[in-house]
């Protein structure tokens, strides 16, 4: 999920974390979960890495983080947080 704030570009960090996952390992499918606003600012460059870009509703960030098996297109799915 990233839903970018006035002082943290999510998306960004999501695609460094794509990029190093695309480079090092096997199994390499990368979804990224964003609100409409945020999805109109991902770059070109951005979604050639991106596998799936699946834009959900703004709410509370946190509060969306519970969807996340639901809303995937994969058979397994884990989540990573970039911001850490």
Known sequence: FAQNSDTVNYVDLA???????????????FAIAVDE????????????VFDHVIVIPRAEPFYNEA????ITPFKETFKLSVDL
Do not use: V
Request: charged share 25%; net charge neutral.
């Open 67 to 70: 969807w996340a098996l639901d």
């Open 37 to 48: 606003e945020t999805e109109a600012s991902i770059t070109a460059k951005q979604r050639d």
């Open 15 to 29: 695609y460094l974390l794509a990029l190093s996952i695309k480079l090092t390992c096997k199994h390499n499918q």
